[in-house]
DNA sequence: ATAATAATGTGTCGCTATGACACTAGGAAC
DNA sequence: GTTCCTAGTGTCATAGCGACACATTATTAT
C-alpha cells in the first residue's frame, strides 16, 4: 500500500497493492525513483492497487507510466512483502485522513500485501512526476539515507539484492544505460550493483568475450581526459545469451 | 484458489491465495505432490488461503504441513500469478456448489491472486494426506502428462523454471535428498532439474571440490552392481558456500 | 565356479577462462 | 613542452572444465 491519489476505490481490488523500485542509473551511482509525501513529509516507492481487470503486471506499467512518463518498460516482481503489521500505523494515510484528502478511508485502513517490482529504466529518458499526493518525484542515490514509509526501505534492499543475484539473468546493462555507453560507465554500473571493484582490463576482456557488445567508430567527447570508445548493446546476441545466462561469477 | 476445504471464509482474506509446488525425488525422479478432487476429477496443486494474522509464508507452511505432516519445510516463493481470468470458470468450485459441499460460494466466485511457492521435501518423510475434497494425495512424477486445475500446469512449470535458476543459490540437494545418499543419486537429481545429462567423473570432481560433502565409511548396499559410497551434507560448510553461490554454470 | 554385464571409483590431458599485473596512448591543465 | 589522469591493449601463470580410459566390485547368466 503506498500511493495515494484521488481515486474511487471501488474500482480497486481489497487487500492487494504494487510497489516499484524504479532503478536508473546516472553519475556513477544506482538511484531509484521516490515520492515524497506532501502531509507525512516521508518518502514512498511508487506504487498502487490493482483494477478488476488487470494483471499485476499491467498494473505496475500503468503505475510507472505515471510516474516515468515511460511505456512498456522492463519491470519483474521479485518479492511479496506479507507482514500482517506492515500496513499497519500508516502516517501517510492518518495525515491524508485529517487532511481531509482520502475519499474511502476504511479502504486504507485494510491489510494489504504488497507485491514488489523492479524496474530499470534509462535514466535520461524519465520525467519525474508527482502525484496528487506528493510534493515532488526524485532519484535518490542509494547511498542516501531516508525516512521511508512503511516497509519501503526493505522492499528497496530486497530489489536490490534480486538485482544482484539476477545480473547474469537479466538485460541490466541493456536496460539501465542509454544507447551508446563507454566501456567504464558499464563497469561502474557493474561495481556499482554488485557493491565491490572490478579489474578495469579483466572485466573488458570478459564483458567482449560475450560477443554482445558492438565497438562503435564513435568516442566520447568533452571528458578530461583519453576519449573512450562507445559501444552499444546488440539486443539480438544479448537476449540470445541471456538465455543461458552470461556465464561465470563477477 | 485451490484448496476447497470446510471453513468458514471469514477467517480468511480475500482476492488472496497461495498454491505450493512440493518437489520430491524418488526412483531417479522429479515428482510434485497432488490432490486429485472427488466431484471435478481434477489434480491440484495443494494450496489455500491466507489468514488475517498470517504472513504468507506461514499460511504455506500450514497448507504444506496438512499436507504432507511435516513441519518447517524449506519454503520459497516464486511467482504471483495475477490473470483476471485464471480463477473464471472453475469446474471445482461448480462442482462443489453443485454437490453442496461449500459453504460459501460467493467467497470462491471472486477473483483471486495466488502466490506461487515452492518445497522441497525428503520423499520418504511424508505422508501424504488429501483433504476432504479430494479423493486422493499422491506423488506425480513431472513426466506425467494430466488434466490440471485452472493454470496450475503453468505454476508447476514456472516452478521448475525456478528451481533450475537457482540450482546454485539454494540447498536443493540438501533439502530433496535424504540424510545419506550417493554420488550417482546426487548427479541424477541435478539431471532431472536440468534437463540433460552430465559426465559422472566430472561431476562428482566439481561436486567434491565445493567441500560440502562428508564422504562416510558405508557404502549402499543391495544394489545391483558396484556398491557406491554413501555422502552426506556438511551443512555448515553448505550454507557457508551458497552465501556466494555454487559456482559455475552446469 | 566362471564369465559376462553393468555400474562405480579414480586418474590424465589439453584447453579456456580467469586473476594479477605493466606498458602505451591520448586529452586537459599548466 | 611537462605533468597528470584516464583509456586501450597485452602477457603470464594458474585453476577449472570438458573429454576421455582404465581398474574395481557386485550381480546375473551359464
Redesign the interface.
Known sequence: MTEIKPFNSTEY????SLDCVIFGFNNNELKVLLLHLKYSKENTLPGGF?K??????QAAQRIVKERTGLDNLFLK?F??F???ERSRSNKAVMDGIIAGTIPDPSFFEN?F?T?GFYALVDFLKVKPTPDFYSDHCDWVSLNTELSMLLDHKQIIQEAIVTLR?QLN?QPIGLKLLPEKFTMPELQKLYETILGRDLDRRNFQRKMLNYNILDKLQERKTGGAHKSPYLYSFNVERYQEALK??L???W
Open positions: 481490488m481489497n487487500h492487494i490493482l478488476y481487470d488487470e494483471t499485476l503486471e516482481q518479492k511479496v506479507s507482514d500482517p491489510r500485501i507485491v543475484l539473468q543461458d545466462g556465464s561465470g561469477i
